[in-house]
């Protein structure tokens, strides 16, 4: 074992009841392939050695991929290296079909390790993901909801987001400060048509002057009146009153002002 390190965000998962309960929920199926993001010390990475799946454990942090190596050995593939380094293409090439996303993943990465899963979302069948329980909610929240934001809308635009359950700071070593929650992200098989990379900055500008009304935001990204104006919304409203498609109607309807 091995002291964790602050600067990797490092709460190891205690609870062995928390633990076969994230694998019940994964509902694994004979031939699997599973990507374990941060195995650490190995806690869930025993239980999942037991199950009849192909499984590679991604760490940043030397010591545990040592430790992996010695403990679990050749019953897992073991890769040191920042996660959001890792090309998920390549792990889906060389298991030969879509990759079932697992692990406790570090509060400071949350955002930036959504956003890789997102990107990857063609080698992706779902995930099931610890995280802080304040973004946990902010997945789910629906529109008019304080929680409500840039996570919430593209978590839902890509995936089937649920919260699953709660997680105690207690369960973890060292204790964290606030609680966690364990989320399945099961990605859609098929997206409504947009741009996305328009999509991204329509609802990134928009929120970024959350306090303001959605002309605001879209001035931002240097639409002029002329174009603003051509569009059947009400610009008065705030980003947090539109739903995942109506963001989706707003920039399809930017879209076709543009490139008409």
Same mark, same amino acid.
């Given at each position: 074992?091995?002291r ?5 965000g ?12 994230i ?24 239980? $999942?050695? $037991? ?19 010695? %403990?679990i ?7 040191? =290296? ?38 990857? &979302?063609?080698?992706? %069948?779902? =995930? ?7 973004? =946990?909610r902010r ?19 890509y995936?089937e ?19 966690? =929650?364990?989320?399945? $992200? ?19 500008? %928009? ?22 104006? &051509? ?7 705030r ?22």
């Amino acid at each position: 074992m091995y002291r964790p390190r602050k600067s990797l965000g490092q709460n190891f998962l205690q609870d062995e009841n928390i633990l076969r309960k994230i694998i019940d929920y994964l509902h694994l199926q004979n031939g699997d392939a599973v990507v374990e993001i941060g195995p650490g010390q190995g806690a869930l990475t025993k239980h $999942l050695i $037991l199950q009849p799946v192909t499984l590679i454990g991604i760490d940043i942090d030397e010591r545990a991929i040592a430790l992996l190596r010695e %403990t679990i050995g050749e019953k897992a593939i073991f890769i040191q =290296a920042d996660v959001l380094d890792v090309d998920l293409k390549k792990l889906f090439d060389k298991c030969g079909k879509k990759l079932r996303i697992i692990g406790n993943i570090p509060y400071y990465l949350t955002s930036e390790i959504l956003f890789w899963l997102f990107d990857a &979302r063609k080698y992706i %069948t779902d =995930a099931v993901i610890m995280m802080q329980l304040e973004v =946990a909610r902010r997945l789910i929240a629906p529109p008019k909801n304080k929680e409500y934001g840039i996570l919430s809308v593209f978590a839902q635009f890509y995936t089937e987001c649920e919260l699953l359950f709660k997680v105690s700071k207690n369960c973890f070593y060292p204790k964290p400060e606030v609680d966690s =929650a364990v989320v399945h $992200l099961n990605f859609k098989k098929t997206l409504p048509h947009v741009d996305e990379k328009m999509l991204r900055s329509v609802v990134r500008a %928009t929120f970024g002057k959350r306090r303001k009304t959605l002309r605001n935001g879209l001035k931002s990204l240097d639409y002029e009146d002329t174009v603003l104006d &051509r569009l059947p919304f009400d610009l008065k409203k705030r980003p947090e009153e539109l739903s995942v498609n109506e963001f989706v109607e707003l920039t399809e309807s930017i879209r076709k002002i543009l490139y008409a």
